[in-house]
């Protein structure tokens, strides 16, 4: 007899809500990653941005704002639902960011005033449902267009604009999800434990196979598995039966950086340059470290989607060599001082790699890069085997609903009814 009902692959934050939902259920389940803690991959590499689709705006068809706006506004109630309880958003919310509009941008200040309209519009929408919120508010404005910062070069970025696109504080936000997936006595983690394959057995069940923290070979059988894996996800869908990868699909390998936030960083604020290979700064007023990306110096490489590459591996796990990190240090820097001739030297407190899916073999630069689209169906299935595409961060808590729906034929869990301000 199997010791799980059912299996989780992946202990990002997909995976993670996906286990809560299926213990609430009353499932046993199992949750297998390679890395030695949860929430500790893309789940936490990046800025924490909870998305309005505000940088989708090169999508014309609007398919990825709207799914970005439906994402955003469930993203918090649909995590309370799965916790059971409410939560006080402002102690995990990071104040909105400033788009700045690059002259070179893909596209100009008034195609974007016209397209962030119809999101707003989207938003006051959604706000009609009071089960609804974004990070428990409901701004009556998603953007205004506001003066150029002082501290910007004036010939190079033509159009300011405040938005209430927020983030959240990853590393406060996922200690709150370790807690209840470590709290729940149904959830069993393997941690250091390494997918190998997945396949029909016998009776019902599906087997994974795996390599554990001890290098020993092990079988975990369950009825039910949910694959949520980040870059490794396709191959295993493969081995159930559910299709190829798309031939346009890639990945590339990214760095982001933590920096010492000094005064400068400080009275910048958060800031995205919009709509091309640029970059963005988070910076949190509790915290002594700003998350620091200039786009072009923190793509190492763009390939065809395919295993893992072995030079690829050693940055992912933490193992960055130094002239990797000089080199990161310094190109960003550069980036980022085209825009802000005053940008000070970064003074590194850590730098990380993470893996980019996406459609597409044409960078973020390219008018019809995959990147400006994440609109496709998060749920397939086979049988007891299920794939969840997060696509981003922001589309977790309403993907965890999805499954739960396609598992189980009903969602159990509500948003709460709370009125949040």
Known sequence: MALHDAIVMGAGIQGCLSALMLAKRGLRVAIVDQR?????????NYEGRIHTGMLYAMDRSFATADRMVQDAVTFAPAIEAILG??????????????????????????????????????????FEDPSLHYLGQRPPQ??????????????????????????????????????AVEADSRIELFLQSRVAGVAQHQAG????????RNKQKMALDAETVVNCLWEERHGFDQMMGLGVRKADESLRLKFSLLVKADPFLRKLGSVIITHGAYGSVVVDDTSPTAFVSWYP?????????????????????????????????????????????????LKPHLIKAGVIVAHGRQDIDHPNSGLHE???????????????????YTSSGRNTLALERRIFGDTKLRVSNLTHR
């Open 205 to 212: 069940q599906i087997r994974i196979t795996l390599t554990d």
């Open 142 to 179: 998603m953007f205004q267009e506001t003066a150029i910062p002082k501290e910007a070069a004036s010939d190079i970025i033509t159009a300011a604009f405040d938005t209430a696109e927020a983030f959240v504080d990853q590393v406060a936000f996922n200690a709150l999800i370790r807690r």
């Open 374 to 392: 994440r609109n496709e169906e998060p749920i397939a299935s086979n049988g007891g085997f299920y794939s969840v595409s997060t696509s981003k």
């Open 85 to 126: 309880e409410p939560i006080d958003w402002a102690r995990y919310r990071l104040p909105g960011s400033r788009y700045l509009v690059h002259r070179d941008s893909n596209l100009k200040a008034e195609s974007l005033q016209q397209f962030w309209t119809q999101i707003e519009t989207r938003f006051n929408e959604a």
């Open 297 to 345: 110096a923190c793509v190492e490489k763009l390939i065809a989607a395919q295993a893992i590459p072995p030079e690829w591996k050693s940055p992912l796990r933490g193992v960055i060599p130094e002239d990797v990190q000089t080199r990161l240090l310094r190109d960003n820097w550069l980036g980022f001082q085209q825009i802000f001739p005053e940008f000070p030297a």
């Open 36 to 44: 030695d803690d949860v929430l500790t991959g893309a789940s936490l």
